[in-house]
Every structure is written in structure tokens, then in C-alpha cells.
């Protein structure tokens, strides 16, 4: 048995590399040559191009930055629909409900099946293999998958039909955002008060106002100041676009998540869409007029 996997980026090399050993053959593809060698010299075997993946693999995983990707990937002219092996492609973008349907149809059309499984937890859960994994379709291919998904960490069901994952996550994200803009401010009103970052994590994440952020990506990346969690700002941001489309299509207003919004474009605006999403702390500091200090 081979699994394939295509995008081997911040994300797809430490879920590849969880997938290392589970199977008779890995394969993987990448658009970056360069970015398959850690997983080649584990044994895993480079294909040239997504079909080649399809044509060598029942069950391949993609992970991939934007839509336009994941649609060239699996649908375009070289993607994995026109592969002569492969029967189950396992999503594992942050990509919403329309596109999912959409590929899904395509993929269905061609006798091809889609099992949709967006993940939480950024690269360092992703290296840990403590992500949450959110999955979504027939019963009976959740199944088959699971003893690979789980390779990736704790796996929860949303429910038969593929789109609900996508549903799962774009919840989890917005959260995530909103309370890393929030903490982001939070922080800097209370250094330029006066008081210690430390003692503000010790008492946040011993209160109430405890997330992600602050047990986290904070201590982590900010107190640091080496802003290396390792997700640029135009994924969290199209994650945010994503979910408040969502929510118009549903008709519930999203105050809270469009302001937050507005903090991540006007850090795409200021040339910021490849820096990391921690790196937000230092527009605010800008407004403020201070700056958090280095404290690890």
C-alpha cells in the first residue's frame, strides 16, 4: 500500500513526516524540490507532479496555502483527479464549505471520493503531533484514515458530509484570531502600565482571560521576540476572510471577528502578508508608541 501526500510546506513536512512508516510507500510532491529531502532521505519517494501522486496512490493527502492551490492541485490539467490509482483524496486545507462542495463534486464525477480533515495547532503541534484534527465524510472512509490522521493527534468527528470540518475549523479559527489580536493589545496596555510580561502570563493563564495566544504563541514568539510560530499572516487572515464569509452565507453578524479582520488587513496592507501572525504585536506597539520588551 502507498499514501501520498502533495505540499510539503510549514504545515504538510511534519504531517508527512508523521505518515512516515504507516504505510508500504510514502510519496510526496512539492512544488519546491528542495522542500522533499528531508522526507526522501527518510525513504519517502519524490513524484514530479500531483497526477504522478494519483497514479501511484490510492489515498493521497493534500495541504496546500490558498484555494487557487488546492483546485490546481486536485483539479487542474497535472492534478490528482487525472490519476490513474488513486481512489481517496483527504483535504486537509482551511479552504470553507463552497470549495469543498465543489471539489468534492468534481472528484465524485471522476469515481474519486473526498474526506475532508482541517487541523489546529500551527507547526509546532504539527511537530509535536498534538494538532487537532477535524474530519468530515462517509462514515466507512473516516475510518479507513484514521489510523493515519491520528498519527497527527486527537481526532474529532464533525459529522457525515465533508463540509462540516471545514464549519469545525473556520469556528476554532476565528477564535484563534480574535484572541491573539486581543491578548496582542491586552499585553502592551499592561507593559506600558507598568507591569512585567511575565507576571501578566503567570496571572492570565491562571484566570480567566487564558487562550492560545497567551499560553502559547505569546510566551512563545512575542516575550522572544523572535516571532517564528511559524504561520505567515495571509493564511490566518484568509482563515478570517473564510469564516466571516461563512457567517454572512448564514446570516449571523460577526462585529467581534470583523474587527479583528481589520487588524490583519492593515497588516497586509503594510506589506506584512509573509511576516508571522505574532509579528501583529509590533502595529500595535507603532500606535502605542512603546514596545514590549524581550524577556525570554
Not at 11 to 39: F, N, Y
Not at 69 to 78: K, S
Request: charged share 20%; glycine share 10%; with cysteine.
Amino acid at each position: 500500500m502507498a499514501i501520498g501526500f502533495v505540499g510539503i510546506g510549514n504545515m504538510g513536512l511534519p504531517m508527512a513526516d508523521k505518515l512516515v512508516g504507516a504505510a508500504d510507500e510514502l510519496v510526496v510532491h512539492d512544488v519546491r524540490e528542495e522542500a522533499l529531502k528531508p522526507l526522501v532521505e527518510k525513504q519517502a519517494r519524490p513524484a514530479a507532479s500531483p497526477k504522478e501522486v494519483g497514479d501511484r496512490c490510492a489515498t493521497a493527502f493534500v495541504s496546500l496555502p490558498t484555494l487557487d492551490t488546492l483546485r490546481e492541485v486536485v483539479l487542474g490539467p497535472n492534478g490528482l483527479i487525472h490519476g490513474s490509482t488513486v481512489k481517496l483524496v483527504v483535504n486537509t486545507c482551511t479552504v470553507g464549505v463552497p470549495l469543498v462542495e465543489e471539489i468534492e463534486a468534481a472528484l465524485a464525477a471522476s469515481g474519486i471520493a473526498l474526506v475532508d480533515c482541517p487541523i489546529s495547532g500551527g507547526p509546532p503541534g504539527a511537530r509535536a503531533g498534538t494538532l487537532s484534527v477535524m474530519v468530515s465524510g462517509k462514515p466507512e472512509l473516516v475510518q479507513q484514515i484514521m489510523p493515519l490522521i491520528s498519527r497527527w493527534g486527537p481526532v474529532t468527528v464533525a459529522g457525515p458530509k465533508a463540509g462540516l470540518a471545514q464549519v469545525l475549523k473556520l469556528t476554532n479559527n476565528i477564535l484563534s484570531a480574535v484572541s491573539l489580536a486581543a491578548s496582542l493589545e491586552a499585553y502592551v496596555m499592561g507593559a506600558k502600565g507598568g507591569l512585567d510580561p511575565e507576571v501578566m502570563t503567570e496571572a492570565i493563564n491562571r484566570g480567566s482571560g487564558r487562550n492560545s495566544a497567551t499560553q502559547d504563541k505569546i510566551p512563545r514568539s512575542v516575550l522572544t521576540r523572535s516571532f517564528d510560530y511559524g504561520a505567515p499572516m495571509h493564511i490566518l487572515t484568509k482563515d478570517v476572510d473564510l469564516a466571516i464569509q461563512q457567517a454572512d452565507r448564514l446570516g449571523i453578524p460577526m462585529w467581534v471577528c470583523t474587527a479583528a479582520r481589520q487588524m490583519f488587513k492593515n497588516a497586509m496592507f503594510a506589506g506584512m502578508e509573509n511576516k508571522d501572525i505574532t509579528e501583529l504585536v509590533t502595529m500595535i506597539e507603532k500606535g502605542a508608541g512603546f514596545v514590549l520588551p524581550k524577556t525570554r
